[in-house]
Every structure is written in structure tokens, then in C-alpha cells.
């Protein structure tokens, strides 16, 4: 599956016990072929304002919000092809809006140079990036994600991510994935992405496996945790003890 530059579709989230993982595979994995880019870390460098206004709009829109982000698929170098993004939730669609560049170009355009390119895409990222006066990186994201797609309906994704970590300072995709991690190491979370209804057999899987949606953003979560608005999600001292360990908060789309 090559990649796509424009994305229309609905994302459901789920949080899942690795024997709840195990369960679901084991009843559709039949139907799922790994996608281009498989089993692989994934690094998204989120750009946001000195006050974080985009992430915050995100925190409490309920119709609307919006993010931008630099993407790469594990640690790129200087001449490293990664994806500058753009993604918008409204009412309950995801649409998303990616250019891919090196990533020397890609930074030296959100640092303040001239758009690399000229097409339709690099417009609207263009326009977003003067509406928010050049948000600069704010927040770099990281894990371990699976990713799959039907055989038979393309369009249907499944993605398992893990080891979700962050970190707030030396934010530079080519300077490694290395953060604090923001949800115990056993959690597991699970992304299905349609382009409309979820399908049957699909349905009846997750119900037969108790897994119910469960809204989380890494992005969302990791800000709230470094502004000192929530408490730590996940600390090493609560292994022993699971009941102290603190649920996901809020922002449910990215």
C-alpha cells in the first residue's frame, strides 16, 4: 500500500490489555496484511504557538480542531524523506493533508523559510502556518506502532501503538526517540480507521473481545502532563500498585 497525501476517514480508539490484543487477532487476523510501513517507530514533532494554542482549542473543541505535525517513520537523517502534516477533526471526520520533503527542507521552512513547494497541499499548509505565526516545534511524540490494512477493504486500517513516550525539549527528529513514557509499558493502543461504517465481522470481534472505544491523545495527554495540568499518567513506583496508576484525559481525534 503506497503512501496517500489526502486522507478522508473516521478513527475510532481503543486501549487494550495485550491479551485483549491477542484475542482480537486471533478472530480477524486472517483478513489484515501488514501496511507499507508495517512494524516501525514512528516520530511526530508537533508544532503549536509559545502558548500552545493549538493543542489547547484541541483540548476543548468539540466540533473542530486541528493539528500540525512533522512526521517521520524512525530516525531520519538531514536528507531523510518525512511527512509535514496537517489534520482536522470535524464532527467526528478526520481529514488529514500531508507533503513529504526532506527533512533539512522541512525544517528550514518551519524555522521560517519559503514553502519548499508549490502545490495545492503545501498551500494550505502555508496558510496554516501564517494563521498561527509560524508555530515552532512544541512536543515530540514517539512509539512503537503495527499497522494493518484489510484484504479486502483497503480502505479499513487497524493500528496497534506502544511505548508511547514524549519529550518537550530537544525537539529535532534526526536527535533519536528516546522520551519519558506516558502510559504504562503494557498498553496497548488501537487505532481502526474506516471511510464509513465500521464493518460487521469487525464489530462482532471487538464485542466478543470486551473492547469498548476509549478516548486518548497522545499529544493532548503528554502537554496536559508537562503544563502540570494532570498528573503523570503512568510513573514506574505505581507498577506495584495498578489502582494508583492515573486514567487518560480528554482530546479524542489525534
Known amino acids: 500500500m503506497k503512501d496517500i497525501m489526502i486522507f478522508r476517514r473516521v478513527e475510532k480508539k481503543y486501549r487494550l490489555t495485550p491479551a485483549q490484543k491477542d484475542a482480537l487477532l486471533e478472530r480477524i487476523s486472517s ?3 501488514p501496511d507499507a510501513h508495517g512494524c516501525n517507530t514512528i516520530c511526530s514533532l508537533y508544532l503549536d504557538t509559545p502558548d500552545h494554542l ?3 482549542n484541541s483540548i476543548v473543541a468539540r466540533v473542530y480542531k486541528e493539528k500540525l505535525r512533522l512526521r517521520s517513520y524512525g530516525i531520519p537523517s538531514a536528507d531523510t524523506d518525512v511527512f509535514l502534516e496537517i489534520k482536522k477533526k470535524y464532527k467526528g471526520v478526520v481529514y488529514k493533508r500531508r507533503e ?3 527533512l533539512r527542507q522541512a525544517m528550514a521552512y518551519i524555522r521560517g523559510g519559503p514553502a519548499p513547494v508549490d502545490s495545492q497541499i503545501m498551500r494550505e499548509l502555508d496558510y496554516a502556518m501564517h494563521f498561527y ?3 515552532q516545534p512544541a ?5 512503537e506502532r503495527e499497522a494493518y490494512f484489510d484484504q479486502q477493504l483497503p480502505s479499513l486500517r487497524i493500528t496497534f501503538d506502544t511505548n508511547v513516550r514524549y519529550r518537550d525539549a530537544d525537539l529535532l527528529l534526526d536527535h533519536g526517540h528516546d522520551g519519558t513514557l506516558l502510559l504504562p509499558p503494557d498498553a496497548i493502543l488501537m487505532e481502526i480507521k474506516t471511510d464509513g461504517a465500521m464493518p460487521v465481522w469487525l464489530a462482532r470481534a471487538l464485542s466478543e473481545c470486551s473492547i469498548l472505544p476509549s478516548s486518548f491523545s497522545k499529544y493532548g495527554n503528554a502537554y496536559q502532563v508537562t503544563a502540570g495540568l494532570i498528573p503523570p499518567l503512568y510513573t514506574p513506583e505505581a507498577e506495584d500498585c ?3 496508576v492515573n486514567q487518560p484525559r480528554g482530546d479524542n481525534d489525534q
Open 242 to 244: 495498578p489502582a494508583a
Open 54 to 56: 493549538l493543542i489547547r
Open 139 to 143: 512536543m515530540l511524540i514517539a512509539y
Open 133 to 135: 505565526r509560524q508555530p
Open 100 to 102: 513529504v520533503l526532506p
Open 31 to 33: 483478513r489484515l496484511t
